[in-house]
């Protein structure tokens, strides 16, 4: 199967700063998609994005997807931002609703 | 309100008993996923389905059994073959069903299992 890996595995901010996640596939992936979950668990899907660039408020997100990478992009954090961050994507060929995680990165906003 | 909720939000188990977590969706959503969470861990696939009465293996099955008797529930049950099964499990759905490309996922609040 393909992996996943997040960079970095954890960032520490002060609040009002930016920052950037990054994802990269061993292989082409599609259906790719970000996550926050929150310090009680729950996940929230951020971002539905294959390919391209995509903004939602003070986040965006862009995929290559021929270079098998995408990243995320927080401006202005804010304390609930914190969090783990996960992208996710699903390889060519494989059925379609297997999703494989990437290990996280641990987001911690500081006021 | 639309979403997907799972039941108990805490689970104990003793040693070789089977229990059962729910998962149960108002979304019309086709497609069931459970998924594991272990501390600083990713997500692992344990089982899903694409449509009623299908279901496959993920990453992770053994120890595990699902079924998929209803649309809008997808049950699963740890058994006591699973020897490590402390861990966060986590229910998702999404809309697209066999050959649609679209797969949101979309999560319950997720259910926190111990061994007694």
């Known amino acids: 199967g393909i992996q996943v890996e997040q960079s970095p595995p954890d960032l520490i901010l002060q609040e009002g700063a930016n920052s950037t996640l990054r994802c990269n596939f061993s292989?082409?992936?599609?259906?790719l998609q970000w996550f926050h979950q929150n310090p009680w668990g729950q996940l929230i899907n951020l971002f539905y994005i294959p390919s391209g660039t995509k903004q939602n408020g003070r986040l965006s997100a862009t995929t290559v997807a021929t270079e098998r990478y995408s990243l995320l992009y927080i401006s202005s954090s804010q304390t609930t931002d914190s969090g783990v961050y996960f992208c996710?994507?699903?390889?060519?060929?494989?059925?379609?609703?297997?999703?494989?995680f990437g290990q996280g990165t641990i987001l911690t906003v500081h006021p | 309100d639309g979403g997907i909720t799972q039941s108990p939000k805490y689970l104990f188990r003793k040693e070789g008993q089977n229990v059962t977590l729910s998962c149960e969706q108002n979304?019309?959503?086709?497609?069931m996923y459970w998924y594991r969470q272990d501390p600083g861990q990713g997500l692992r696939l344990i089982y899903y389905?694409?449509?009623?009465?299908?279901?496959q293996k993920g990453d992770i099955a053994e120890g595990y059994s699902v079924s998929r008797e209803k649309k809008e529930s997808f049950p699963l049950t740890v058994t006591s073959a699973q020897k490590n099964p402390t861990a966060f499990y986590l229910c998702?759905?999404?809309?697209?069903?066999?050959?649609?490309?679209?797969?949101?996922?979309?999560f319950g609040a997720g259910t926190r299992l111990s061994v007694l």
């Open positions: 292989d082409s992936v599609n259906n």
């Open positions: 979304l019309n959503h086709d497609a």
């Open positions: 996710a994507g699903r390889a060519g060929g494989t059925s379609y609703g297997k999703l494989t």
């Open positions: 998702a759905s999404s809309i697209g069903g066999p050959g649609q490309g679209l797969n949101i996922q979309y």
């Open positions: 389905s694409q449509i009623v009465n299908d279901f």
